[in-house]
């Protein structure tokens, strides 16, 4: 009888897998995924598992009943394995990595769950926004933010980046704070989408919808100047320029949507904006958006 330290023969596939504990499908899957290199089949057809293989198999038994994931176990077990004459380093490397993964995991895990616990304090629409832009909403009056008002800042985050978002932010503050001014923007908002495929580009209520969203834009930017709020944004902008320094004579990177949208002409961005507005909508948008342009003081 061999002594207990000598290696045992090799075996077929089905006495690893009742050895180690798991069925022979595992064992193939785990030559799948990369977790335990195959062996040669011998002359009859078959694989035969050695003394490595089954230890190979038992620690990733071990690995995975602890919950730990196939293909972390397999990242750590690369370029390693426990067994041999530096198997104690082997071991320690492996557990080392393992280690550093389910680190990271579960730093990532602890952002997750301070992401959805913050959407849940703050509600899941305002949750959603960045803090730069739900911390300028700080000040508005319980309720009086609307679900659509914040929907439509997730928007402009997206096409504007947080900085413009909290710009715009300001916006709706003053909306919030002013019923009147909340009631005519509802009155505006009406007017524009009546302007729907039944009314022709040329159409004289084009021109007076761009009109009315005109001076009420004027109206609100007149409360939103002696509220005191430019001051605010002119922070904001300063405390963004200390957290984001240039990047001296880096190449700057491809722009996304947020950043290569703000060299575009204001009618680009209404047009790359995810609504379906018809041509006589859009028509009287880009006329408002002149008239602002041509009211505005020379520089």
Request: aromatic share 4%; glycine share 8%.
């Amino acid at each position: 009888m061999r002594p207990f330290t000598t290696p045992p023969r090799e075996v077929l596939i089905g006495d690893a897998a009742a050895f180690v504990g798991v069925t022979p499908r595992t064992i193939r899957h785990y030559h799948q995924v990369g977790l335990l290199p195959e062996r040669e089949r011998g002359g009859d057809g078959r694989r035969r598992y050695g003394y490595a293989e089954i230890i190979r198999l038992l620690w990733i038994r071990r690995m995975a009943d602890a919950g730990i994931a196939l293909d972390d176990i397999r990242d750590a077990f690369h370029g390693a394995a426990p067994s041999g004459a530096d198997g104690e380093d082997e071991i320690a490397s492996v557990l080392a990595r393992l280690e550093d993964t389910l680190a990271a995991q579960e730093a990532e895990l602890r952002r997750k769950r301070a992401s959805v616990q913050r959407m849940r304090t703050l509600g899941s629409r305002l949750g959603l926004l960045d803090d730069l832009v739900s911390g300028r909403l700080e000040g508005a009056p319980e309720g009086s933010l609307r679900p659509d008002d914040l929907d439509v800042l997730l928007v402009t985050e997206r096409i504007f980046g947080p900085l413009g978002a909290a710009v715009q932010a300001g916006r709706f503050l003053a909306l919030a704070a002013d019923p009147a001014l909340r009631a005519e923007s509802d009155r505006v908002d009406a007017a524009e989408e009546a302007l729907d495929d039944t009314v022709a580009v040329d159409d004289p209520r084009v021109a007076e919808v761009a009109a009315e969203r005109h001076a009420f834009e004027t109206a609100l930017m007149r409360v939103i100047e002696e509220s005191g709020q430019l001051e605010e944004d002119d922070a904001i902008f300063d405390a963004w320029d200390e957290l984001h320094p240039p990047e001296g004579a880096d190449p700057a990177p491809d722009p996304g949507p947020a950043e290569g949208s703000r060299g575009r002409s204001a009618a680009e961005i209404i047009r790359s904006m995810p609504y379906d507005f018809s041509p006589a909508r859009l028509r009287s948008m880009e006329l408002a958006v002149q008239l602002g342009a041509a009211a505005a003081p020379a520089p």
